[in-house]
């Protein structure tokens, strides 16, 4: 499984949000290069960045921080969420190097828009879902739909997504565990990969994740847990990598 760092970008800074709320933003640095560097000399593998500012806007604000990154390490899949909601977003970022795009809030607005990406740049698309109590929620968490997760889940892997970055978003930031319960369901009900996001604390939270590998779940991400300092990032890959399904 594999541990992803997150670098979510408000202001052209490094931050944190807890449950989603931009007013509520810890700022870890204004250097994201830096940052980057510091996650790539303890085995980052790959970066999640999230231009949240993007995200409210509904276009890219931060993607000078993210090419920088990008210039700097150009052997470093990047996946990429926030404000992506045309086709010729998706291009520009995979263009620069950008691994993967994430699909947020218009992919449960306009699913056709999924299908359509999906099509046109396949292998290169994920969904982010957030829910709550198995709804999902969008608009940066601010609107709790009716749409079930696993069924929205479903019908992204018939339109080809990579992957599904499913986000737990009663405990992102939160420190407080992950919904293992939850991640499992999901990861069980679909074939495509499922990457575990909210809630990562510390090294138990690896092990739990660990135990529902097989069931599909590829990767997680963490946030906060590492920039606090209750996860030690390399430490976390290397138990990762020794608790792999074999």
């Known amino acids: 499984m594999l541990l992803i760092p997150a670098i979510d970008l408000k202001d052209g800074e490094c931050v944190r949000l807890r449950q989603g709320i931009m007013e509520d933003a810890t700022v870890f640095s204004g250097d994201i290069v830096a940052m980057a560097e510091r ?17 409210f806007d509904g276009k890219p604000v931060n993607g000078e921080a993210v090419h920088q990154v990008r210039q700097a390490f150009p052997d470093l899949p990047i996946q990429i969420g926030g404000g992506i909601r045309d086709l010729q977003t998706i291009e520009a970022y995979l263009n620069s190097g950008v691994s993967y795009c994430i699909i947020g809030t218009k992919a ?8 359509e990406a999906c099509k046109a740049f396949p292998g290169h698309i994920m969904v982010g879902l957030d829910a709550k109590d198995g709804m999902v929620a969008i608009n940066g968490w601010a609107e709790v739909t009716d749409h079930e997760v696993t069924q929205l889940g479903k019908q992204f892997e018939d339109d080809g997504v990579e992957a599904i970055i499913y986000t737990d978003i009663g405990r992102d930031g939160m420190m407080q565990g992950v919904n293992i319960e939850a991640t499992q369901s999901l990861a069980k009900a679909l074939s495509i990969p ?12 690896i092990k739990k994740l660990a135990e529902i590998e097989a069931d599909g779940v590829t990767g997680a991400i963490t946030g906060r847990a590492i920039y606090e300092g209750t996860l030690d990032f390399k430490e ?6 020794q608790l792999a399904p074999k």
């Open 108 to 115: 449960v607005h306009n699913p056709e828009f999924v299908a």
């Open 39 to 55: 996650w790539v000399s303890q085995d980052a593998r790959r970066l999640h960045m999230v231009d949240l500012n993007g995200a």
């Open 236 to 241: 976390g890959q290397a138990l990762s990598d």
């Open 194 to 205: 499922i990457i575990a996001s909210g809630g990562i604390t510390n090294l138990d939270d």
